[in-house]
């Protein structure tokens, strides 16, 4: 995403999806605070779908740019430079109904991708989740002897922060082993280093 006043462009770069509801979106939350700022008058984008992946969501952007004046191009959407030379008010109404459909298509287009997704997950009762061509999905497990230090730092009163720092593992990671209870007593003990 480029920002800019034809004089100095900004580009913005983000990691975070466009699909996903409440996952904060650092660099786009900037954007708009400089577009609130009124620090430039044109929004360049790769495509639609890079804004907002719901169809409500994009057009309160679009609302949103048109309220402080910020015209919003798309590379891979030539029309929305087209619609200018419609006569008004014929301009906006094109202008909306594509809007309508562009939104429409990138939330499509993402429900189908995670179908396909869902579709090529191999779940087995009692056997890890594989892919179709039969190789592992997600995260790899963790060994039952890291289990097991975990669980024996945590016995001693040691924080989370602190067994995740010595056994270099995520807090998240952390905290979900320690709330649960060690039953398989039948491995060996492994003593801590």
């Known amino acids: 995403m480029t920002l800019s006043d034809d004089n100095n462009p900004v580009i913005y770069t983000e990691k975070q999806s466009a699909w996903?509801?409440?996952?904060?979106?650092?660099?786009?939350?900037?954007?708009?605070?400089?577009?609130?700022?009124?620090e430039y008058n044109k929004l360049i984008v790769w495509d639609l779908d890079r804004l907002y992946r719901n169809r409500k969501?994009?057009?309160?952007?679009?609302?949103?740019?048109k309220i402080y004046k910020v015209?919003?191009?798309?590379?891979?959407?030539?029309?929305?430079?087209?619609?200018?030379?419609i006569p008004e008010p014929f301009n906006e109404i094109m202008f909306d109904m594509m809007l309508q459909v562009m939104g429409w298509l990138a939330e499509e287009e993402s429900a189908k991708?995670?179908?396909?997704?869902?579709?090529?997950?191999?779940?087995?009762?009692?056997?890890?989740?594989?892919?179709?061509?039969?190789?592992?999905?997600g995260r790899p497990s963790l060994h039952t002897n890291k289990k097991r230090i975990v669980w024996q730092l945590?016995?001693?009163?040691?924080?989370?922060?602190?067994?995740?720092?010595?056994?270099?593992?995520?807090?998240g990671t952390v905290s979900r082993i320690c709330?649960?209870?060690?039953?398989?007593k039948l491995l060996p003990k492994t003593p801590l280093k």
């Open 179 to 184: 709330s649960e209870n060690p039953q398989d």
């Open 57 to 65: 969501q994009l057009i309160t952007f679009f609302k949103f740019c």
């Open 113 to 137: 991708k995670s179908a396909r997704v869902r579709a090529a997950v191999v779940k087995k009762e009692g056997k890890k989740t594989k892919s179709r061509a039969g190789n592992k999905w």
């Open 154 to 171: 945590r016995d001693t009163g040691m924080s989370m922060r602190r067994i995740a720092k010595e056994t270099k593992l995520g807090l």
């Open 20 to 38: 996903k509801k409440d996952i904060d979106r650092e660099q786009f939350k900037l954007l708009k605070e400089r577009i609130k700022a009124r």
């Open 71 to 85: 015209q919003v191009l798309s590379y891979r959407q030539a029309w929305l430079n087209e619609l200018t030379i």
